[in-house]
């Protein structure tokens, strides 16, 4: 089938990343992909290589453009009137979704692969269908390329670490830092006190202050998709934000804090503790998490890193056994065409 991925760069470049996935997915599996994103500067570094199966397109061409048999429209981004006129005109108009924003909070399987029957405007006649990605199996599940689990199983870490020209010393942990602005950096040092470590600063993260003696400080260039991904394979520890690395970091089975996209009304509190519930219970966990978010103050010890790796581990087998989003995509459009 022919897809057209619909994107808008907010800022930050965490929509162009996810969407990116998901048309490098989906096109490994045979489709065939059009992203029309009105900022695809991150891709020459995001993605340098392309995807076989994925043209990348300037927003403002689809407006001329006969659509494919499934259009998705990333976050909400709002199509181009024109091309939804085009898209109501068709004489086998293409299966509509808008795919959602990830969060665990409990209104996602209730809303998960509803309709909207547009009533009025350039879409008048189409059903527009809601896709929430998702944490169980209500919903539509996590970006999950084919064989991603085997290629993680027979990475070698320390052969990875030294073509990247990083060289952890013997008994340091290796934490790699991917965050927004972020007061509580200094005290993610403190805490980090308690073992050498060798910290990882990704492109655009400010470098903490007032580092305890024990820890080494490297910054990384940037990184492509796949290389992101062996990084955190290669960390006893991730420190990730937004969306798409958030979702990485599971499937890396190692520790992980996240930093949720920060929002004015705190909304991004409630889906942070919505996680948490679902999250398996670390001791000391739910301190830190809401520390490094801004939520209350940082605790001044790490959760007990064994009992944490443990955690993870068995959290990533619970969401292998959930259809991945590509999966699900490409089963929903299949029913709905």
């Known amino acids: 089938m022919q897809w057209d991925v619909f994107c808008r760069v907010v800022d930050n470049f965490g929509d162009i990343g996810v969407c990116w996935r998901l048309a490098a997915d989906l096109a490994s599996r045979g489709e065939q992909l059009r992203l029309w994103v009105d900022d695809a500067s991150a891709l020459a570094w995001m993605a340098p290589a392309g995807a076989s199966g994925v043209s990348v397109h300037p927003w403002p061409e689809a407006s001329n453009t006969v659509p494919g048999d499934v259009v998705i429209e990333a976050f909400g981004c709002e199509l181009p009137p024109s091309f939804v006129q085009r898209m109501a005109q068709a004489t086998r108009p293409p299966v509509w979704i808008n795919l959602e924003y990830l969060s665990a909070e409990a209104y996602v399987e209730r809303s998960h692969r509803l309709p909207s029957p547009q009533l009025s405007g350039p879409g008048l006649g189409l059903t527009k269908w809601f896709f929430y990605p998702g944490f169980t199996a209500a919903t539509g599940g996590l970006i999950r390329e084919p064989g991603l ?96 690395s958030f979702v990485r970091a599971q499937w890396a089975g190692r520790p992980f804090v996240w930093q949720i996209y920060p929002q004015q009304d705190l909304a991004h509190a409630h ?49 292998l056994a959930q259809p991945d989003l590509g999966t699900q995509l490409l089963g929903f459009t299949t029913e709905s065409r």
């Open 271 to 319: 889906k942070l503790n919505a996680f948490l519930d679902r999250f398996p219970p670390v001791p000391g966990l739910r301190e830190l998490w809401r520390g490094w978010n801004g939520l209350a103050d940082m605790p001044a010890r790490l959760p007990p890193l064994v009992a944490w790796q443990g955690q993870c581990e068995a959290w990533c087998e619970e969401l």
């Open 149 to 244: 689990m085997q290629q993680r199983e027979g990475f070698d870490r320390l052969a990875w670490l030294h073509q990247h020209h990083i060289t952890p010393r013997e008994g340091e942990r290796v934490v790699s830092l991917f965050s927004y602005t972020n007061p509580a950096q200094s005290a993610l040092a403190r805490a980090l006190a308690d073992s050498p470590t060798l910290l990882l600063i990704t492109p655009g993260v400010a470098e903490p202050t007032h580092l305890p003696t024990n820890m080494r400080t490297q910054r990384l260039p940037y990184l492509p998709q796949a290389a992101y991904d062996r990084l955190l394979w290669s960390c006893d520890l991730n420190l990730v934000r937004g969306e798409d």
